[in-house]
């Protein structure tokens, strides 16, 4: 049995480890990136611009340079300039945008149909077999079937996002719903409690916390997803902005996104914790 | 002599290969408290599920008010072996959820009242709004037999209801059963391994042989008089003959009557003994 461990001196290990690991990154940078450019012929180097200046490669960015830039970027991050700059905050909300929207649907539909397949042993034997083929599938191998079905690249990662959100909560529901104890159930039926009684007051309650499980589960494969599938199709979203700046060899923008990216699935993680929370129960 | 209200007439459990119990018949009258004693194995809770609807048998049939039942009713409450509250309800919505399914109508507060209510007659209107996992083994039972009685059925089925608590907490809510039932008039069939149970509570004790092929070996009238109070029970003449024919055939003829019945025995009419006179 471990000890319990006070917040306070967790958190303050955590910012020396913190500030240790920015600090040898800082000092490591320190006086790289000068001085390596010295075979550069001038005429190429004024051909290719700013990188090829300094040196032919791109310095990583200082911690620093990173927190500067962070700072610039979150000072206005909702402005619009044409459609290849706009602003991280805009990013991001595109990208939530689809997730919820892909998470939504999925569960819309695999809520209720879980609940169908958990309460009938035929359908859960009947359907097992198509979910257990499609459930190993990586969610971007249904991209090019998406968008040349859909022939919209926006919906298309929203299609992305759905399909691979679906599982988890479609198995989950089914799984909460078939381990609904027995006698909760023989108590409904004691009761002429009635099917949508039994359904919503008694299966439904019994079966959120393994739900919510799915949901949880869900939310993080679909915010793991949306990265890659906006690098494929473009145009916006946070994993298109990290494709753009790799573009532009923009590191410290790629840092920052990367940084961006974490603390939001972090977000969304603790907001369906919470719910979990709110619908677990303890006998 | 009138007809019972619940009436069991021939049924049967069997497997292929395996005959649990066969040609089962006893009636419950109105009013009646009747025990059903045996060791395990032999198709109580069979037999109490099957009194519930939540389990048909084999063969044969049992009525309840001269209609044959085929499912589950509000008419015939079960008092659950585990308390079987719903864990994620308060003690209160535990009862209201049972209230709201027989009255439809009811709204809200009238709900509430009535469960509130039917908690303070078991001794719970303090712990109303804990739940199941905040309540004592004691406490949770009182919950579940505040919410079979809140329903006002014409039967009260139980399943050993007080075997998964200790001796003390058992005696005091074995009183409270025999409190309500006896205010309410209520019709009752309980399955107990508990002998002093059964005769505490009941007017007969049908004694089971062990299965396989298990009969209704014999119905012991239980003389004694009521009201009967835990304390002065084993005061009363003939209470030992009876808890002494009891143990005697949970011992040794529950095994050696086990099998097949012999010639004389009509499975319709049990040999009837009064032993406490």
Same mark, same amino acid.
């Given at each position: ?280 129960w303890q006998e | ?49 099957? @009194?519930?609807? @939540? ?27 585990g308390h079987a509250l719903m864990p994620w309800l308060t003690a209160e919505q535990n ?32 712990a109303?709004?804990k739940k199941p996992s905040e309540l004592s083994g004691?406490m949770k039972q009182r919950v579940g037999?505040?919410r ?130």
């Amino acid at each position: 049995m471990q000890k319990p461990v006070s917040a306070w001196r967790a958190t303050l290990l955590s910012l020396i480890i913190l500030t240790c690991f920015l600090g040898t990154w800082e000092l490591a940078l320190q006086g790289a990136g000068q001085g390596g450019g010295a075979a550069i012929d001038p005429e190429y180097a004024a051909l290719l611009g700013q990188a090829a200046a300094s040196g032919g490669q791109t310095p990583m960015p200082k911690p620093s340079e990173i927190g500067r830039r962070l700072f610039q970027l979150l000072s206005d991050p909702f402005y619009i300039r044409g459609p290849n700059d706009q602003g991280i905050g805009i990013q991001v909300a595109y990208s939530l945008g689809r997730v919820l929207l892909g998470f939504g649907m999925a569960a819309l539909i695999a809520i209720p149909l879980g609940f169908v397949i958990g309460m009938s042993p035929l359908l859960n034997a009947a359907l097992n077999p198509f979910i257990q083929v499609l459930r190993p599938v990586s969610p971007l191998a249904w991209m090019p079937l998406a968008l040349f079905t859909i022939q919209d690249s926006s919906i298309s990662a929203v299609f992305v996002i759905f399909i691979c959100s679906i599982w988890p909560m479609l198995l989950n529901t089914a799984f909460g719903v078939s381990a609904v104890r027995r006698e909760w159930l023989n108590v409904a039926r004691t009761l002429e409690a009635g099917t949508w009684r039994t359904a919503f007051r008694v299966i439904l309650p019994a079966a959120a916390p393994t739900i919510l499980t799915g949901m949880r589960i869900s939310i993080g494969i679909a915010w793991l997803v949306i990265v890659a599938a906006e690098m494929l199709v473009g145009g916006t979203g946070i994993g298109y902005w990290v494709w753009n700046q790799w573009n532009n060899l923009s590191i410290a923008d790629i840092c920052i996104a990367i940084l961006m990216i974490g603390l939001v699935g972090l977000a969304l993680d603790r907001l369906l914790g919470l719910l979990a929370r709110a619908v677990a129960w303890q006998e | 002599m009138s007809k019972p209200y619940v009436s069991v007439e021939g049924i049967s459990r069997k497997f292929p290969g395996l005959t649990v119990f066969d040609n089962v018949w006893f009636g419950v009258n109105r009013g009646e408290f009747v025990c059903l004693v045996g060791h395990s194995g032999c198709g109580k809770t069979t037999i109490l599920n099957i @009194l519930a609807g @939540l389990d048909a048998p084999s063969g044969g049939v049992v009525l309840a008010d001269g209609r044959e039942i085929s499912g589950p009713s509000l008419e015939r409450a079960v008092i659950f072996q585990g308390h079987a509250l719903m864990p994620w309800l308060t003690a209160e919505q535990n009862v209201a959820f049972a209230l709201g399914c027989k009255h439809k109508g009811w709204d809200a507060g009238r709900l509430r009242d009535v469960a509130r209510s039917a908690l303070e007659k078991v001794g719970l209107g303090a712990a109303r709004a804990k739940k199941p996992s905040e309540l004592s083994g004691g406490m949770k039972q009182r919950v579940g037999i505040a919410r079979a009685f809140a329903v006002e059925p014409k039967m009260m089925l139980m399943d050993e209801p007080f075997s998964a608590l200790d001796a003390l907490t058992r005696g005091a809510l074995q009183e409270e059963v025999s409190r309500l039932v006896t205010e309410a008039g209520q019709t009752a069939f309980m399955i107990t391994h508990d002998v002093d149970e059964a005769i505490l509570l009941s007017d007969r004790i049908l004694l089971m042989t062990n299965g396989p092929m298990a009969r209704v070996a014999e119905v012991v009238i239980n003389t004694l008089p009521k009201p009967r109070v835990r304390a002065t029970l084993h005061h009363q003449p003939g209470y030992h003959e009876l808890r002494d024919h009891i143990m005697d055939f949970l011992i040794t003829r529950s095994r050696s009557l086990a099998g097949v019945a012999p010639r004389d025995y009509d499975p319709r009419h049990p040999p009837e003994v009064s032993p406490a006179g």
